[in-house]
């Protein structure tokens, strides 16, 4: 079956550091670029970030620049989200998502979702 | 940064068509894709590329995409489509993703 599975979150206070985790299986991970979409409590979707199948093309939020990183090891058919510099308002579910695309070019559907993992930034 | 303005909710009978619109500049000379969420549970893709349909998605689920507005219509809608539906384009002017507000689809 194919598969995302996201693991990491928790309670970190403001100012604080976490690093979240999506575990692939099912298919190919090497081959498609994943993205990570948040959601704050009672709110809609938004778009974090994403990495292309190779690593070599990355993109971030603005709310997110500078504070959040973006990684995967193929070898490993893992992704991960390092995050600093915790705000409040990064409190949401974080869901990690595959592009269908086989060629990257951004603008593929996400077609796999994980169950997503909640991150509370509060202290 | 570019914006997608989606109504709030939509309310329809069963049986009924539902039409969930996603308004943004020149929206159709983007890709859009549109997601279904229920409550406590992760999105789910119903229409990709404007108008196609993953496997085992109803053929009730169909989309339409040109100048300012992109369409999202549920045809015979029952109550388990009963959801929030969020439209999707890549701004390739600033290389992001960008989510709709989201459209809570309530079965009357």
């Known amino acids: 079956e194919v598969q995302l599975a996201e693991s990491g979150g928790g309670l970190v206070q403001p100012g604080g550091s976490l690093r979240l985790s999506c575990a692939a299986s099912?298919?190919?991970?090497?081959?498609?670029?994943i993205n990570w979409v948040r959601q704050a409590p009672g709110k809609g979707l938004e778009w974090v970030s994403s990495?292309?199948?190779?690593?070599?093309?990355?993109y971030y939020a603005d709310s997110v620049k500078g504070r959040f990183t973006i990684s995967r090891d193929n070898a490993k058919n893992s992704l991960s989200l390092q995050m600093d510099s915790l705000r409040a308002e990064d409190t949401a579910v974080y869901y990690c998502?595959?592009?269908?695309?086989?060629?990257?070019?951004?603008?593929?559907?996400?077609?796999?979702w994980g169950q997503g993992t909640m991150v509370t930034v509060s202290s | 940064s570019y914006v997608l303005t989606q109504p709030p909710s939509v309310s329809v009978a069963p049986g009924e068509t539902a039409r969930i619109t996603c308004g943004g500049n020149?929206?159709?000379?983007?890709?859009v894709h549109w997601y279904q969420q229920k409550p406590g549970q992760a999105p789910v893709l119903v229409v990709y590329?404007?108008?196609d349909r993953p496997s085992g998605i109803p053929e009730r689920f169909s989309g339409s995409n040109s100048g300012n507005t992109a369409t999202l219509t549920v045809s015979r809608v029952e109550a388990g489509d009963e959801a929030d539906y969020y439209c999707?384009?890549?701004?390739?002017?600033?290389?992001?993703?960008?989510f709709g507000g989201g459209t809570n689809l309530a079965v009357l």
């Open positions: 998502a595959r592009d269908m695309a086989l060629v990257y070019t951004g603008d593929g559907a996400l077609d796999i």
């Open positions: 099912g298919f190919t991970f090497s081959n498609y670029a």
């Open positions: 990495i292309s199948s190779s690593g070599n093309y990355i």
């Open positions: 020149n929206i159709g000379s983007k890709n």
């Open positions: 590329y404007d108008n």
């Open positions: 999707q384009v890549w701004d390739s002017g600033s290389d992001r993703g960008v």
